[in-house]
């Protein structure tokens, strides 16, 4: 951006965009402005939603459905007016150059429109300018229902393991051609608008549903559908977790270890239904709890993602699941590293709203004093078992180690296994399972994916007994 020396009275140099390589001078007196005056940013893109729909609709350039932007966002903060110039958008009565004014970020004061190319006080034009930004105001909260659907396929598998067929308000999961089918529905403005919120919210599912199973799911391509008043008036007699008492020393009415497969299929709970329903439904802040919750499904299906670059071998004893070594990429010590990190980081998210009344004081300055280890051993004593938070501090302790100094959490060492000593490891002797402690004069060793199974326990506690999914 080319600077002004004349910024306080209101002009400002935007790219030239017929040629990329110089700027135009324009100035606020140019423009024309119209009162708009909303109240928060909610209210702002959805007057903007409706704008730009109405602009598509009346000023779409010959052989196109909609307006192309130019899009080159800045901020102006001029004497008396604080501006977010747009860029400019292409009609078929040429280039028109869009901003807002506010006071409060997220709020809209004015909107500015200005052409080069014509002048928009004419009554021809500025009638019809008018006409569209009144009915943007009058109508942008006119929502409707759309229909979507996608496959999902789990990842951790040669062979895709299918989730159980479920219902619930706003959604199905189905089972049709040996494939996951997710429809949902949402409510929007208008088409484009949908898609970019299903986006939005299938990937919070997925991200909810590597918590809830313990599995990677991707997706296929997005598609609008019909309603499916048929598949919901379906009943279904699904299985659920809550069902089934598990192999689990802590709790035998919630799983654990590996995945809730009953029957070859992933079961979900009926907690989890209300979950996908409320993801769906909701339009959460960023300092909401259910917010932060979906935040920390983010980090860890990362981590999942990265963990399937581990590929465990395992050996069946006695209907035991035994590690018996890992197949070794070049960097195996990077994967781990990464991943760890990521399924901390979902602990530490998951923590981060704290009530400041757990926040300890320094005494000799009075600042407070933000703990991550102690919330995340505070939070796994609470929701896997006590004594798993020490544990699980020392593995924080790694991980900074890795972070800023460089020192790898992994093991350096490759099958196939040959007993061994090594000063550096909480057992004393040759660690290659990955990690590997020491804690109160024991050791304790263990692999990627016990810190899953760990971290993915505590989050499916945390958020059936501190969220509202009623």
């Known amino acids: 951006m080319k600077d002004s020396e004349n910024m306080n009275d209101g002009t400002f140099y935007v790219i ?7 700027y135009i001078e324009l100035n606020l007196d140019d423009f024309v402005a119209f009162d708009i005056a909303t109240a928060d940013i909610d209210s702002s893109n959805n007057f903007l939603h409706k704008l730009w729909e109405n602009f598509n609709n009346k000023f779409s350039p010959e052989g196109m459905s909609h307006c192309p932007w130019a899009y080159f966002p800045e901020k102006y903060l001029f004497k008396k007016v604080s501006f977010t110039y747009f860029g400019s958008i292409r009609t078929s009565v040429g280039y028109i150059h869009a901003g ?3 006071k409060k970020r997220g709020t809209i004061e004015k909107l500015y429109l200005f052409s080069a190319d014509m002048n928009l006080n004419t009554d021809g034009i500025f009638s019809i300018l008018k006409k569209l930004v009144k009915d943007a105001i009058e109508n942008n909260d006119t929502m409707k229902n759309y229909y ?3 496959e999902i396929s789990s990842q951790f598998t040669k062979d895709n393991v299918l989730i159980e067929s479920y219902k619930g308000k706003n959604f199905i999961i189905d089972i049709s051609n040996e494939r996951n089918k997710l429809i949902f529905q949402i409510s929007a403005l208008n088409h484009t608008d949908a898609m970019n919120l299903a986006l939005k919210k299938v990937d919070f599912i997925l991200e ?16 609008f559908c019909g309603e499916f008043t048929k598949q919901m008036n379906t009943k279904l007699k699904s299985l659920f977790q809550n069902n089934y008492i598990w192999n689990n020393e802590i709790d035998k009415n919630l799983f654990i270890d590996f995945y809730p497969i009953v029957n070859e299929k ?14 769906l439904t909701g339009e959460p802040q960023s300092d909401d709890l259910f917010y932060v919750f979906l935040k920390s499904c983010y980090h860890f299906r990362n981590s999942l993602r990265n963990e399937l670059y581990i590929q465990n071998e395992t050996l069946i004893v006695n209907d035991l699941y035994v590690l018996t070594k890992e197949k070794i990429e070049n960097n195996i010590k990077t994967i781990i590293d990464g991943t760890v990190t990521g399924y901390l980081s979902s602990i530490e998210t998951v923590t ?14 009075g600042q407070l004093k933000y703990s991550i280890t102690n919330r995340i051993k505070t939070f ?3 929701y896997l078992q006590e004594g798993y938070g020490d ?8 991980r900074s180690l890795y972070l800023h100094t460089g020192e790898s959490c992994a093991s350096k060492y490759i099958p196939p296994v040959r007993p061994l000593l090594d000063k550096e490891t909480g057992t004393g002797a040759v660690d290659y399972n990955g990690i590997s402690v020491s804690l109160n004069g024991r050791s304790f060793s263990f692999s990627i994916v016990n810190i899953r199974e760990w971290v993915s326990y505590s989050l499916r506690n945390y958020y059936k007994q501190e969220l509202s999914i009623v």
């Open 352 to 365: 981060s709203n704290i009530s400041i009344s757990n926040i300890e004081k320094c005494i000799s300055c």
């Open 208 to 223: 909810f549903l590597s918590i809830e199973t313990n599995a990677l799911f991707e997706y296929s391509e997005l598609e």
């Open 391 to 398: 544990i699980f501090k020392k593995i924080y302790h790694l």
């Open 16 to 22: 030239n965009i017929l040629d990329g390589n110089s």
């Open 148 to 150: 979507i659907h996608c």
């Open 380 to 382: 796994i004593d609470r």
């Open 266 to 279: 992933l079961l979900l709970s009926k907690e989890a239904i209300k979950m996908i329903d409320k993801i």
């Open 100 to 102: 807002v004014s506010y």
